[in-house]
């Protein structure tokens, strides 16, 4: 399957984007998909992901209460909504996929994908 993330941009502080992880060459709703983020001079981090099977979502603490995911089964793409921005979301935004399901309360990191996007880039102002 190949990805595309979309949607990234300039926004202020305390505003909302939405960023789309748009898939081909697969069923996207067989995959689980997940949303990192890289900051300059700071490792890739994760950032939220949904299970293929849908019903288990996992945050990561610093986005927990402000973003969101969704699935378009239509569209064939996983959204990342993101609300209340901060400065500190500012990072190039990637999303990833898997065939493998985790449980609750599991925190899949990169290693757990296999296909990735290239990411696109979201800009908080202050």
């Known amino acids: 399957v190949q990805l595309q993330a979309s949607g990234g941009g300039l926004v202020q502080a305390g505003g909302s984007l939405r960023l789309s992880c748009a898939a081909s060459?697969?069923?996207?709703?067989?995959?689980?998909v997940g949303w990192f983020r890289q900051s300059p001079g700071k490792e890739r981090e994760f950032v939220g992901a949904?299970?293929?099977?849908?019903?288990?979502?996992a945050f990561a603490d610093s986005v927990k209460g402000r973003f969101t995911i969704s699935r378009g089964y239509a569209k064939n793409a996983v959204d990342l909504l993101m609300n209340t921005l901060k400065p500190e979301d500012t990072a190039v935004y990637y999303c990833?996929?898997?065939?493998?399901?985790?449980?609750?309360?599991?925190?899949?990191?990169?290693?757990?994908?296999?296909?990735w996007g290239l990411g696109t880039l979201v800009t908080v102002s202050s």
């Open positions: 990833a996929a898997t065939r493998r399901r985790f449980s609750s309360g599991y925190l899949p990191n990169q290693d757990y994908f296999e296909y």
């Open positions: 060459g697969g069923t996207f709703s067989l995959y689980t």
């Open positions: 949904t299970v293929s099977s849908g019903g288990i979502t």
